[in-house]
């Protein structure tokens, strides 16, 4: 018996070390799928830190690439994401006393139709509304207060830069710091709902500090800006044509 209860003993803290060996490794590989996932496209981590005792979690140079028809290789990259888990949560609220994005660097690119981040925000919300549309389904007895909610404390986005790549304007501007209390308010919002919100506040941002450049995140400005293009290619054919063309030209606006 004695015997038994030394193996059983010997295997539970072989369990419980193997556990803690292979937790952050573990833990790295689901959140780059659940991020890929997401945002549909490639997202690594290099490194994941945490310590179980102080709820506290560290990942490090993560990178989220840019969707493949557009040509810078990232969309964004993070130096460093700490978080800090509140003894408050349980298995239907998660508490997180401190969320801190430090040294984010997003690359603004636009094609001819799109840009870059908006694709990637509209992603998030496709999932987001795929998991809601899910969890109401009639034959499944599920529904949205049954989803783990989230509370930020203290969420904060510091040392953000934006490479802005367009054919209007290229450089590197700062992103004023980010700051917000009590994200989520008294009851939390969905868990699937967070990655969609907390890109929405950094793109905010970022849209101010673009408009002050010149330039703006919407589809409709995009197509301004193409429709521009465009005039100014016509406005050096235009001594070229002859006056039919010219008159074409002409009721089209141009």
């Known amino acids: 018996m004695k015997k038994i209860l030394t193996y059983l003993l010997i295997l539970t803290a072989i369990v419980i070390v193997a556990f803690i060996v292979f937790f952050d490794g573990l833990t790295k590989n689901a959140i780059e ?7 549909k496209t490639p997202v690594s981590i290099a490194e994941f ?25 990232n969309a964004f ?7 800090v888990i509140s003894a408050e949560s349980n298995e239907d609220l998660i508490v997180v006393g401190q969320l801190e994005f430090d040294g984010l660097l997003f690359t603004l690119e636009q094609n001819e139709k799109q840009v870059n981040l908006v694709v990637l925000l509209k992603n998030l ?3 987001s509304s795929n998991v809601n549309q899910h969890n ?26 934006l490479k802005i790549d367009t054919q209007w304007f290229k450089g590197v501007v700062d992103v004023p ?8 308010g008294e009851k939390g919002i969905p868990l699937s ?19 002050n450049q010149g330039l703006k995140l919407g589809e ?19 001594g070229k044509l002859d006056g039919k063309a010219r008159g074409l030209l002409k009721r089209f606006g141009l």
Request: glycine share 6%; proline share 2%; no cysteine.
């Open 177 to 184: 710091a980010v700051m917000i209390r009590h994200f989520g």
């Open 77 to 83: 990259v993070l130096n460093h994401l700490g978080a």
């Open 136 to 161: 109401t389904m009639p034959d499944i007895e599920v529904n949205e207060q049954s989803e783990a909610r989230v509370i930020i404390k203290d969420l904060q986005f510091i040392n953000t830069q």
């Open 220 to 238: 409709k400005e995009i197509k301004e800006g193409i429709r521009r293009q465009l005039e100014s290619e016509l406005e050096g054919l235009k």
């Open 49 to 73: 830190r945490s310590d179980l005792s102080a709820g506290k979690i560290n990942m490090d140079f993560i990178e989220v690439k840019n969707p493949s028809y557009f040509k810078n290789e």
């Open 193 to 211: 709902l967070v990655g969609a919100e907390l890109m929405k506040i950094a793109l905010r941002r970022i849209q101010d500090e673009v408009e």
């Open 33 to 39: 799928a659940y991020a890929q996932k997401s945002l």
């Open 125 to 127: 919300e496709q999932e």
